[in-house]
């Protein structure tokens, strides 16, 4: 995969400041930027932090004064977390303090009424003349595992250390500061550490797009998932979709006109039309996600496997109920429970003695790990197979380890594995924990994730049929015969038409 390093960019001080100052962090009891100091320091982050605050009274380890041009050197992040009413004036003094990246983490602005529109409002013109790009306002900050930085405000230190601790590659973009906290908790529990996190609440300044682009070019980020309850600039979003040659993951709530007024309540803006988003993200390249758990559930089909390029899928248990209950869930979502052929039925009936060598395979629970790699090696290499999915119970060590190297068989093939164990959450947890084993929670889960990563597949070959087009045409060299597999629907003036109804 080729990307830009992007670490010169204004947006990389978002996430790796070489110094910060946290406006309104304060030794008082329950003030939300003290944690933030004491995290910074218990994560031994690099850069140096100053703090604010009207006693000028260090925080946690940093120094601190009465006023922003009190702060020594240059300052390249500035965290503001002080009452509405004050943050005018502090951007006009992070202005004057040639600080060029703001988070404005304060609420109260354009999604409580005419009051808070007017103090976003002289924020826009002081950020315009002083030429500040900030995030927020009414978000929580940003996060950057790889770094060992944090701008969240009131979390306490130690509660993702583990996070910090192991870094991933998927990246997060919300609105919500709360579905943001409730992604990073669940990754806590699963195979999948996190790249980067930001929060963009109102983004009254820099929006998904920005966000998107800036990602689509991190060489730290493999996977984006977005939540969005509303579109700034339709046109400027799916231009940034279109661009990334990784998974883009977007679930967006305020589908519905309840929902929409919701949402325009908790982030300021409007929802949009949930029939033509649909169509812009299919056509810009977006997979889009059917519920607000899928965005910390799917990214380890990325993370852990091949994309799934094909819609033949074989299904592998040792437990006979689970054959039926994930046929009926394949055909539902359209993926093909491939019917294997008489020679391959008489390969796997070799190998072991199984309870049906058909799809679904039932290699019934007696059979041993070193069996269920022979089959799983059989399907993998087979051109009758494009992936396999599997309701396996691990009751014995000898399954877990057959399970673990399938993993590695899976990147040798080319060719993805969506890894079911029937148990309680409780026993996929733990063998996700302390085996590693990329299992998904629910039988749903693994088929959902196939039909996720074969939709990404898709959207890239299109891209890549639709790039040729494009160079052919600016060659001058198209004849007017349309490229094997092209899509009229991607054609790119209709992308045009489609982003204009989303604004």
Partial sequence: MNVKNTESSYMSSFF???????????????????????????LGYEGNVFVVNRKGEEVHGCAGFVSISEVPGKIELAVILTPAKTVPRIMRECGEKR????????????????????????????????????IGPNCIGSMDAHRRFTSFFGVKPGV????????GETSIITQSGGVGTLVLRSLMSDVVGFSKIVSIGNRADIDESDMLEYLANDPLTGVICMYLENIGDG??????????????????????????RAASSHTAGMANNN???????????????????ELYSMPKIFVSMPVLKGNRVV???????????????????????????????????????????????????????????????????SDEVDGLVLAINVWQQSIIDA????????????KPAAIYTPNSIER???????????????PEEAVRALVVSHRYHVIQSKKSVNGSRNTMMRDKKFTGDKPVGADDTMIPGMVESVDQAIE
């Fill in 403 to 414: 399970i673990i190297r399938l993993t590695d068989l899976c990147r040798e093939y080319g």
């Fill in 428 to 442: 996929v947890l733990h063998v996700r924990r302390n085996f590693g084993i990329p299992a998904f929670e629910t």
């Fill in 160 to 167: 993702f250390d583990e996070l910090f601790d192991n870094p």
């Fill in 275 to 293: 029939l033509v988003f649909e169509s812009a993200c299919r056509q810009a390249g977006i997979v889009r996600l059917k519920s607000v758990t």
């Fill in 16 to 42: 790796n400041p070489g110094s910060l100052v946290i406006i309104g962090a304060s030794n008082a009891p329950g003030n939300l930027g003290a944690p933030m100091c004491h995290s910074l320091k218990k």
């Fill in 235 to 260: 046109k400027k979003l799916m231009r940034a979709a279109s661009g990334s040659d990784k998974p883009v993951l977007v679930y967006k709530a305020g589908t519905t006109s309840q929902g929409a």
């Fill in 315 to 381: 299904i592998v248990t040792n437990t006979g109920a689970f054959g039926t209950i994930l046929t009926d869930l394949l055909v539902n979502s359209g993926m093909n429970p491939v019917v294997l052929s008489d020679k391959m039925q008489a390969a796997i009936v070799n190998t072991a003695t199984v309870f049906n060598a058909a799809n679904p395979i039932d290699l019934g629970p007696g059979i041993d790990g070193e069996a269920f790699l022979s089959v799983f090696r059989l399907l993998l290499e």
């Fill in 99 to 134: 600080i060029s990246n703001v988070i404005i983490e304060t609420a109260g602005f354009g999604e409580l009424g005419e009051e808070g529109k007017e103090l976003q409002q002289e924020i826009d013109l002081t950020a315009r003349e002083y030429g500040i790009r900030f």
